[in-house]
């Protein structure tokens, strides 16, 4: 076979078995197009080492190094569903670029993502996928989360995807009025979903569930 059959064969094998985590996502509730497309149009088997990207398209968690996890798909498609649901967003601050999975999502939803991370290896692998997905809306910052990216704020959305016991200040400082953010709130035993919206004065709160995540951490690592 040549190279290029090779490829394309591979290609199609997972074009299929994505198109078959995309019906899942369906089955369990997901419903915006633009989120599902998304999430059939990206490789995650490339966001995961070689020995576990036979894996990539369970609907499961599986772990990047560092101690970290790439998120679950259907936690990733509810996210980026509660940030999109009241329309297209400009700019939206992810907490946590991790495998750069959720990013890739987003960059295809949104015209402007802005991705921290506070592990620079991580974040390292995480731009070179997406450069290679020619995924080009996107800016990096090597830094911890907890302050946010200040300089670039006001933010129509802001994803957090590591769990704390509390929203960090600087992040409801810079979301933008009418903006939306997501978030893990708990301890390493209970979490909760939080949609955070920014009112003309104050926030509102819903919670939506249990979910689990690695911690939001303080601090980087080189
Ligand atoms: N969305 C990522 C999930 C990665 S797990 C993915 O699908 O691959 C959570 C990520 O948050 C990890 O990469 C972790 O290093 C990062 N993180 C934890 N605390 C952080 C902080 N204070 N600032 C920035 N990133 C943080």
Redesign the pocket.
């Known amino acids: 076979m040549t190279d290029s059959l090779m490829r394309s064969g591979i290609g199609m094998t997972s074009q299929r078995t994505r198109q078959r985590l995309v019906q899942r996502l369906q089955e369990e509730g997901v419903m915006n197009e633009r989120v599902l497309a998304a999430i059939g149009n990206t490789p995650r088997h490339l966001?995961i080492d070689e020995a576990l990207s036979h894996r990539a398209y369970e609907d499961t968690?599986l772990p990047?190094g560092?101690?970290?996890?790439?998120?679950q798909p259907l936690i990733?498609a509810h996210m980026s569903e509660l940030l999109l649901a009241t329309g297209p967003l400009d700019k939206v601050l992810?907490?946590?670029?991790?495998?750069?999975?959720?990013?890739a999502i987003l960059a295809q939803l949104v015209n402007r993502v802005f991705s921290?991370?506070?592990?620079q290896p991580?974040?390292d692998k995480?731009k070179e996928r997406l450069q290679s997905l020619k995924l080009r809306n996107i800016v990096f910052r090597w830094?911890?989360?907890?302050e946010g990216w200040n300089a670039l704020a006001p933010y129509n959305g802001i994803i957090?995807?590591?769990a704390a016991l509390e929203v960090p200040k600087a992040l409801l400082d810079q979301l933008a009025v009418g903006g939306r953010l997501v978030m893990p709130v708990g301890d390493s035993h209970s979490q909760q979903l939080y949609l955070i919206t920014r009112q003309e004065q104050g926030f509102k709160q819903q919670i939506l569930g249990n979910v689990r995540?690695?911690?939001?951490?303080?601090?980087?690592?080189r």
């Open positions: 966001f968690a990047i560092h101690n970290q996890t790439i998120s990733v992810e907490i946590g670029t991790g495998s750069g999975y959720q990013t921290v991370e506070r592990i991580l974040q995480a830094g911890d989360g907890w957090v995807t590591a995540f690695v911690p939001l951490l303080n601090g980087t690592i």
